[in-house]
C-alpha cells in the first residue's frame, strides 16, 4: 500500500526545545518537500529535496533544518531559533521535480 | 515574483448548482496546472491536472485552462455538501528546469444544502 506517512499527528513541545518531524515515503518518488500552514493561510515552502544527499532553503527555511539520506525518508527538525513553530507541517513527495505532489497527513505542532 | 492568486472567498453555493473556482498564475512559460482539495485539518489532495488549453472533465469536475488569459479554473458540478472545503490551484513557476510547484492561498467554498 504505497503512500506518504507522517508522525506523530500532533506533537506538543516546551518552548526552547528542538523536535524533529518524520517523513516516510514508498512511492518512490525522487523530490521531497516541507511545507508549514497556518490558520487561514497558503501553503509556505520549507525545504525541498530533489534527490537524495540533496536539499535546498524554500521560502521560510529560518529556523529549520533537514536531511535527505535515504529516497525514503525526509525528516524536518524544528529547531528553538524558530521564532513562531506552532502550525500544521505537510510533508510531500512528486515523481521529480514539478511533478504533481502528494501529500502525507500532516503533524500538528503546537508549542507550549 | 512569481505568483498564482485566487479568490480566498468564502464561496458558498445552494447544493445542486455549479460552483466555479477560478485561479490567475503570473508565469507564462508554466505548462500544467493541478487543483487540490483540502478539507478543515486534513492535508491536500491532487483532484484534478490539465496541460493543455480547452476543458478536462472527470465526473462532476471540470478543469479549463487559458493559457493566452493566463487563467485556469475548476468547475464542480450538482455540487454535494461533501465538496465543501478549501480548494487550491497549483502551478510550477521558474526557471526552465527549476520551477517550483506554487500554490495559491486557497478558495474556501461552502456548499449550502
Known amino acids: 500500500d504505497g503512500g506518504i506517512t507522517q508522525s506523530p499527528k500532533y506533537l506538543f513541545r516546551k518552548e526552547g526545545q528542538n523536535v524533529t518531524l518524520s517523513c516516510e515515503q514508498n512511492?518512490?518518488?525522487?523530490?521531497m518537500y516541507w511545507y508549514r500552514q497556518d490558520p487561514g493561510q497558503g501553503l509556505r515552502l520549507i525545504y525541498y529535496s530533489q534527490i537524495v544527499n540533496d536539499f535546498q532553503k524554500g521560502d521560510i527555511a529560518e529556523g529549520y533544518s533537514v536531511s535527505r539520506e535515504k529516497k525514503e525518508s525526509f525528516p524536518l527538525t524544528v529547531t528553538s531559533a524558530q521564532k513562531n513553530p506552532t502550525a500544521f507541517y505537510l510533508c510531500?513527495?512528486?515523481?521529480?521535480?514539478?511533478?504533481?505532489?502528494?501529500f502525507g497527513p500532516g503533524t500538528r505542532l503546537t508549542v507550549l | 515574483q512569481k505568483e498564482v492568486e485566487q479568490n480566498s472567498g468564502p464561496l458558498s453555493v445552494p447544493e445542486g448548482a455549479i460552483a466555479s473556482l477560478n485561479c490567475t498564475y503570473s508565469d507564462r512559460g508554466s505548462q500544467s496546472f493541478f487543483w487540490y482539495r483540502q478539507y478543515s485539518g486534513k492535508s491536500p489532495e491532487l483532484i484534478m491536472f490539465i496541460y493543455s488549453n480547452g476543458d478536462k472533465e472527470d465526473g462532476r469536475f471540470t478543469a479549463q485552462l487559458n493559457k493566452a488569459s493566463q487563467y485556469v479554473s475548476l468547475l464542480i458540478r450538482d455540487s454535494q455538501p461533501s465538496d465543501s472545503a478549501t480548494y487550491l490551484c497549483a502551478a510550477p513557476e521558474g526557471d526552465f528546469g527549476n520551477e517550483k510547484l506554487t500554490f495559491g492561498t486557497g478558495t474556501r467554498l461552502t456548499i449550502i444544502p
Open positions: 512511492l518512490n518518488h525522487d523530490a
Open positions: 510531500a513527495s512528486s515523481i521529480d521535480w514539478g511533478d504533481e505532489q502528494f
